[in-house]
C-alpha cells in the first residue's frame, strides 16, 4: 500500500531524534529560529504526533545548509542521515539496538532494514535484494535529497553493526524511488 504524497509524514520522534539527540550539541539559535520560521516546526515546544514530508525535507535541508554550508547538498544530507541514526543509538530503546546490532552483525541488520527505516514514518516501503553475504540492494520509496539522509542514516547503522569498509550508494533513483548498493568487507 503505497502513501500518496500529499499523506506522507514524519514522527515527531524521527524529528525529536534528529534535532535533540543527533544535532544536540550543534543546535544554534540561527538554526532553531530557521527551522521555525522556514519549516514549521518549533523546536523549543511540545512536537506535534507528525510533520508533512515536505515539512520534513525543508528542515533536514535547512540543517545541511545551516551546519554544513560548504558541501554538496547530498553530502550534507548524508552527515545529517548518519547523525539521525547516531541520535536514535544514543536513547534508551536506540542503545539495546544498537548493543544488539553490534552482536548480530551487519549482514543480520541488513535483513531487518524494512523495519529499521520504517519505523521513522507512515510511508517508507522498501525491499531488499541479496547479491552476497556483504552485498545488498535496498530499494525505498524515498525521493528528493532525503534518498540522500537516507544512505547516511543507513550506512551508520551498518558501522554500528560491525561493517567495515563499507560502501553505501545511490545506485539509481527516480521520482519514485531510489537504489542503494552497499557493500562491505568480509
Not at 539496538?97 to 529499521?116: D, Y
Amino acid at each position: 500500500m503505497s502513501v500518496p504524497l500529499e499523506e506522507r509524514g514524519v514522527y515527531a520522534h524521527t524529528v525529536e531524534g534528529f534535532f535533540h539527540k543527533g544535532l544536540k550539541d550543534q543546535l544554534t539559535e540561527r538554526l532553531l529560529q530557521r527551522v521555525a520560521d522556514e519549516a514549521g516546526i518549533d523546536l523549543r515546544k511540545k512536537l506535534a504526533l507528525r510533520y508533512p514530508m515536505p515539512t520534513w525535507e525543508c528542515a533536514v535541508g535547512i540543517a545541511a545548509e545551516e551546519l554544513h554550508p560548504s558541501l554538496p547538498r547530498e553530502e550534507a544530507f548524508e552527515r545529517l542521515g548518519a547523525a539521525l541514526t547516531q541520535g536514535y543509538f544514543d536513547t534508551l530503546v536506540g542503545s539495546a539496538m544498537g548493543a544488539m546490532l553490534r552482536i548480530i552483525g551487519p549482514a543480520r541488520a541488513m535483513r531487518r532494514i524494512e523495519a529499521s527505516v520504517r519505523s521513522a514514518n507512515n510511508y517508507t516501503e522498501s525491499s531488499l535484494i541479496e547479491h552476497a553475504p556483504n552485498h545488498y540492494s535496498v530499494i525505498v520509496n524515498e525521493v528528493g535529497p532525503l534518498r540522500d539522509h537516507l544512505r547516511g542514516a543507513v550506512r551508520r547503522g551498518l558501522e554500528v553493526a560491525g561493517a567495515q569498509n563499507l560502501k553505501c550508494v545511490v545506485a539509481s533513483f527516480d521520482e519514485q524511488s531510489v537504489i542503494l548498493d552497499i557493500t562491505w568487507d568480509v
